[in-house]
């Protein structure tokens, strides 16, 4: 059975960090790239970083450059998103997904095959 878990969310002050994992079962790395997207209250969905499975490459929505940062571990199947200097405008609901193969618009939700459940990171004093 094909499921994405989220784990790694919660309550963290302006400056601080965390680190959400996403537990990947039923498929490989080797073969699905995984992005990660969040979503505010009333707005829409949007890619925050994505990890391709061709090559490793990375990429970042320019919102999170510098700050973010996604690694995988193929032998453990899982993929992180270490988060730091964490902004309120970061808090929303966080979703990993995975796409197999390496699509050519990372960021198009569309493109993925299967999601988890989503972790809620909020960002306040």
């Known amino acids: 059975q094909v499921q994405l878990v989220e784990f790694g969310g919660g309550l963290v002050q302006p400056g601080g960090s965390l680190t959400l994992s996403c537990a990947i079962h039923g498929f490989t790395l080797d073969y699905y790239s995984i992005g990660w997207f969040r979503q505010a209250p009333g707005k829409e969905r949007e890619g925050v970083s994505y990890?391709?499975?061709?090559?490793?490459?990375?990429y970042y929505a320019d919102s999170v450059k510098g700050r973010f940062t996604i690694t995988r571990d193929n032998g453990a199947n899982e993929v992180l998103l270490q988060m730091h200097s964490l902004k309120p405008e970061d808090t929303a609901v966080y979703y990993c997904a995975a796409e197999r193969g390496s699509g050519p618009d990372w960021s198009d939700y569309i493109s993925y095959d299967y999601w988890g459940q989503g972790t809620q990171v909020t960002v306040s004093s």
């Open positions: 990890i391709s499975s061709r090559d490793g490459s990375t």
